[in-house]
């Protein structure tokens, strides 16, 4: 069965930092992209960060650049979401998503690219 799970997150004041992580099984880790996302209450989901094990390729979302590294264990499975500098706009469920890299370039947050898996979210809260 293929299963993600995120934890990590929890209560940090403003400026604070988190690590998340995404634990990842049943799939071969390499072949696919990993993105996190956030869901803040009463807005849309929002690609957070990506990254492509196959070719090396991360991306971040304009409001977390310089604020946030995605990385990756490929002996652990996990693709670990470094949170600093946070901001209580921030607060929001954090998920993370796995989908095929495919060969074409492709933004992996464009709505014509689709993950297959989710994770269950895991809340993070940032007081002011």
């Known amino acids: 069965d293929v299963q993600l799970q995120a934890f990590g997150g929890g209560l940090v004041q403003a400026g604070g930092s988190l690590r998340l992580s995404c634990a990842a099984s049943?799939?071969?880790?390499?072949?696919?992209?990993i993105g996190w996302f956030r869901q803040a209450l009463g807005k849309e989901r929002e690609g957070v960060s990506y990254?492509?094990?196959?070719?090396?390729?991360?991306h971040y979302a304009d409001f977390v650049k310089g604020r946030l590294t995605i990385s990756s264990d490929s002996a652990k499975n996990t693709v670990y979401l470094q949170m600093n500098s946070l901001k209580p706009e921030d607060t929001a469920v954090y998920y993370c998503?796995?989908?095929?890299?495919?060969?074409?370039?492709?933004?992996?947050?464009?709505?014509?690219?689709?993950?297959?898996?989710w994770g269950q979210g895991t809340l993070v809260t940032v007081s002011s």
């Open positions: 998503a796995a989908g095929p890299h495919l060969d074409e370039y492709v933004d992996y947050f464009s709505p014509v690219y689709e993950y297959e898996y």
């Open positions: 990254i492509s094990k196959k070719d090396g390729r991360t």
């Open positions: 049943g799939f071969t880790f390499d072949d696919y992209v």
